[in-house]
């Protein structure tokens, strides 16, 4: 079994409190998500990655984007895209204009419209573009640059190890791997080895990605492997408390109870609000359909309260169904007790 390492968690200046990082998602990891898995205690969270070419264009959704909380750093900003020269310029438009503390690039996306653009994980089959690519951003900004990539394309072409090489080479700070190839999508088993693999032949820091379900998950991950940092995607949907208690077992020990019904909606609730900050009423109640069904999930009666809450077009509506399922399941308890919200 591969030791745990003892350093601590560090990409560039930056020390993280802990070894526990939010993954970047696409479509999910606004500020809004972000503060909200931050104060769950994330040592390190990851913004959804965001076009080289909109940064580049100026385009208003785009800009949107690099909104970022005070509070949630230390933050990564990732980035995408095939050519070397408009991945420069927003690379240095983070570098000037945001509070990113970090900029990483992303070469594990499997999504196929990525992957036209010769972005994303196409440049997994090709280590020297990787290191063209990661040279030119490097030498171009004063922010650590990182990359988050894939064990390779396929099972023929697990460039892994040439790849995060070819990173370090290139004056890249750290390297995340995500334990799937582009062909298995989130499908499948995670290759853990592969990622020990990778931890054995660079002196960066490596993240290790996929798989991790349970805060016991994060641990063997750290000791089998030998990796810097865990990074924890899927699971944290609806239940940052899985950040938590991940912090917490990995610290202590002690594995902390699942939270009550009252308390999901709670912070379910808490993050509706800052959607609609960010984002105004109209998005917000779109976009927190599927964030309040992952909070719902594993409480009895959820399938029909999450049609029903695809059904909401308004913040009181969405605020007052919330409220009332919470009430309802407290009763079933016979913990009922006056809301707070």
């Not at 196929?112 to 440049?123: M, P, R, T």
């Not at 865990?230 to 109870?257: C, F, H, N, S």
């Not at 309260?305 to 695809?310: D, K, V």
């Amino acid at each position: 079994m591969t030791k745990m390492s003892d350093k601590p968690f560090q990409i560039g200046k930056h020390v993280m409190d802990n070894r526990v990082v939010l993954a970047p998602m696409a479509g999910i990891c606004n500020s809004a998500f972000r503060l909200t898995v931050k104060e769950f205690g994330s040592g390190l969270v990851y913004a959804e990655m965001i076009s080289d070419k909109g940064i580049v264009r100026k385009n208003e959704r785009t800009m949107s984007m690099l909104y970022i909380d005070e509070r949630e750093n230390p933050l990564s900003l990732q980035i995408f895209g095939g050519d070397k020269a408009t991945l420069v310029e927003a690379a240095k438009y983070v570098d000037q204009n945001t509070e990113a503390d970090i900029i990483d690039i992303n070469m594990g996306c499997p999504v196929s419209k990525i992957i036209k653009c010769e972005a994303g994980a196409k440049l997994l089959l090709d280590p020297e573009k990787i290191y063209e690519m990661v040279a030119a951003v490097v030498d171009n900004v004063k922010k650590p640059v990182t990359v988050k990539m894939r064990t390779g394309w396929d099972l023929d072409h697990l460039y892994a190890v040439q790849n995060a090489q070819a990173v370090e080479r290139a004056g890249g700070s750290a390297v995340a791997v995500h334990g799937r190839t582009r062909v298995q999508m989130y499908e499948g088993k995670a290759d853990w080895d592969i990622i020990r693999q990778v931890k054995e032949n660079v002196n960066i820091p490596v993240i290790g990605n996929g798989d991790i379900e349970t805060p016991q998950d994060a641990k063997r991950m750290l000791e089998e492997t030998g990796v810097d940092g865990v990074m924890i995607g899927r699971a944290a949907l609806g239940d940052p408390w899985m950040i938590y208690r991940t912090v917490q077992y990995l610290e202590t020990g002690e594995l902390k109870p699942q939270p009550t019904v009252r308390e999901k909606m709670d912070v379910c609730l808490l993050h509706f609000e800052r959607l609609v900050a960010l984002k105004g009423e109209h998005v917000a109640v779109r976009e927190m359909r599927k964030h309040a069904s992952w909070y719902l999930k594993g409480i009895r009666g959820n399938g029909v309260a999450r049609n029903l809450i695809n059904q909401t077009e308004s913040a009181i509506e969405l605020r007052a169904f919330i409220n009332d399922f919470a009430e309802e399941q407290m009763a079933l308890d016979g913990q009922l007790e006056t809301s707070v919200m």
